[in-house]
């Protein structure tokens, strides 16, 4: 199992940039792909991007691509996600997520983090 907890969210203007974390505990976190995703008032929580285990394939929303990097430092137990250009339609809880399978983690993860609140003002 894996246990995870996001921070670095807050209130930005439009155009800034925010990094989030997702740290982790538990066992064998470098052996998880990791996903992002986020869920704004009213609507449905939405993928933004994932990474496998090592980092060294990522997948992205085509809303973010360009904008939005997906890391990870397994030494840490740490995933990142830095957004820049950030748009007022960005404003969401972001979630990070877990999966033993990569291709798993984009659709339907096993683990999920409580959330950070990101907020884009115009």
């Known amino acids: 199992q894996v246990q995870l907890a996001e921070s670095g969210g807050g209130l930005v203007q439009g155009g800034g940039s925010l990094r989030l974390s997702c740290a982790a505990s538990?066992?064998?976190?470098?052996?998880?792909?990791i996903g992002w995703f986020r869920q704004a008032p009213g609507q449905a929580r939405e993928f933004v991007a994932a990474?496998?285990?090592?980092?060294?394939?990522?997948y992205y929303a085509d809303s973010v691509k360009g904008r939005f990097t997906i890391s990870r430092d397994n030494a840490k137990n740490t995933v990142y996600l830095q957004m820049n250009s950030l748009k007022p339609e960005d404003t969401a809880v972001y979630y990070c997520?877990?999966?033993?399978?990569?291709?798993?983690?984009?659709?339907?993860?096993?683990?999920w983090g409580q959330g950070t609140q990101v907020t884009i003002s115009s």
């Open positions: 538990g066992r064998n976190f470098s052996r998880y792909a």
């Open positions: 990474s496998d285990w090592s980092g060294g394939s990522t």
């Open positions: 997520a877990a999966d033993s399978l990569y291709g798993d983690v984009v659709s339907h993860p096993d683990y």
